[in-house]
């Protein structure tokens, strides 16, 4: 007979979680690989809550984790990894159950997530737990840099500007007051507000900002891209991205599928970007 058992995330060590991390998200669409100090960051970030968030075990062994962050009254299911060989055996449920158990005590208002729209169990998994799609999400790819200059032209490429490189949370300032109305999780002003080491800024004439995430060696990917409310549609989103490409001519640029569908696609296609062939569904539920 399996039996099923949780405890705090916060009674095991960050390396272990971040082992535990890895293999629940082995064979994944994306498979990740966590490190204990990628997982600090990401708790910080991401507001989440280790005494909150859950490992599930079977006969007192470590099989699943799920991440939990909080913000007042809300809460976000961060991430749910669960070992291959129990994935058929009620888990995730198992653990889903549990987390919303813990929703209801401490008098949520609501609980959010993000899933691939591609993982057809998850997002049964999450339907069948009672959580609605309240957004589709969709990302962007720029393979080569130097087609962003092409596509608006030598000319304002050659009159971008030059950019000046501010401190990330700088990004998170400007979001908070502009009207984009809601955004995921991932990318509102409370979690752009904690960045990655890796993080970096860029300003253009002090009224556009691009928050650039991270740094492969490929690609520069894009987690934010704002103009200032009363200087939109005037090019300047084209010349900072022109002048970014410019900065980095090696490297493609690329956008998380964390952009709420229709923000911006007009915009992105006419820069030449292809839509990523990943998205992702937001769900809620409201416990």
């Not at 909080?70 to 669960?82: F, K, T």
């Not at 691939?116 to 080569?144: K, M, Q």
């Not at 501010?166 to 409370?190: C, D, I, K, M, N």
């Not at 960045?195 to 860029?202: E, G, K, V």
Request: charged letters at 20%.
């Amino acid at each position: 007979m399996t039996q099923w058992s949780t405890q705090s995330a916060a009674e095991l060590p960050l390396t272990e979680l971040a082992r535990l991390f890895t293999s629940g998200f082995a064979g994944y669409l994306i498979p990740m690989q966590m490190t204990a100090d990628a997982l600090a960051e990401r708790v910080c970030g991401e507001d989440i809550h280790l005494g909150w968030s859950r490992v599930l075990l079977l006969d007192g062994s470590p099989v699943a984790l799920a991440l939990v962050a909080l913000r007042g009254r809300e809460s976000r299911l961060a991430a749910m990894g669960v070992n291959a060989p129990v994935r058929s055996r009620g888990a995730g449920r198992e653990l889903l159950r549990g987390l919303l158990d813990d929703a209801r005590k401490r008098g949520d208002r609501r609980m959010r997530l993000e899933v691939f729209e591609s993982n057809a169990p998850a997002r049964a998994l999450y339907e069948s737990a009672g959580f609605r799609t309240i957004s589709r999400l969709v990302g962007w790819n720029l393979p080569a840099a130097s087609a962003c200059l092409s596509a608006v032209s030598h000319a304002s490429a050659a009159g971008a500007g030059e950019l000046r490189e501010v401190e990330p949370t700088a990004f998170a300032r400007q979001l908070a007051r502009s009207e984009v109305g809601p955004l995921p999780w991932q990318v509102e002003p409370a979690s752009l507000a904690a960045p990655p080491a890796a993080a970096r800024c860029f300003e253009l004439e002090e009224k556009a900002w691009a928050y650039v995430a991270s740094f492969y060696e490929n690609a520069v990917a894009v987690r934010g891209l704002l103009t200032a409310a009363d200087y939109r549609r005037r090019g300047l989103g084209r010349r900072l991205l022109a002048a970014l490409a410019a900065q980095f001519p090696s490297r493609a640029i690329t956008v998380p599928p964390l952009v709420p569908e229709g923000i911006g696609a007009g915009f992105f296609t006419a820069l030449g970007f292809q839509p990523a062939a990943l998205t992702q569904l937001e769900m809620e539920l409201r416990p």
